[in-house]
Nanobody
Framework: QGKLVESGGGSVQPGGSLRLSCVAS????????MRWYRQAPGKERVRIAT????????NYEDSVTDRFTISKDNAKNTAYLQMNSLKPKDADVYYC?????????WGQGTQVTVSS
């Protein structure tokens, strides 16, 4: 059974940076596309970044373009989300997802807080 474990969340001041990690196990990570989502309380989960299995195709939601960078290291079975220039509105629970039709796996989420 596939599993994803996120880490790296925490509290940061506006303008600061965080790097989220998502460690995969139990499936062939290199064959899966990876995505990061975020979710505010009472709202829908929103996809913010996508990277294809071989790190060829990238896609970002408009609000994070030029600030966030998604990457994956197939040798370490790990995906990352580098978040720079953080704003208060970036404060959410962040989730990683691995997908390869028809399979998908989700992490448990990691909280990001941005405040002064």
């Amino acid at each position: 059974q596939g599993k994803l474990v996120e880490s790296g969340g925490g509290s940061v001041q506006p303008g600061g940076s965080l790097r989220l990690s998502c460690v995969a196990s139990g499936f062939s990570f290199s064959h899966y596309d990876m995505r990061w989502y975020r979710q505010a309380p009472g709202k829908e989960r929103v996809r913010i970044a996508t990277i294809s299995s071989a790190s060829i195709i990238y896609n970002y939601e408009d609000s994070v373009t030029d600030r966030f960078t998604i990457s994956k290291d197939n040798a370490k079975n790990t995906a990352y989300l580098q978040m720079n220039s953080l704003k208060p509105k970036d404060a959410d629970v962040y989730y990683c997802q691995a997908s390869r039709s028809p399979y998908e796996y989700w992490g448990q989420g990691t909280q990001v807080t941005v405040s002064s």
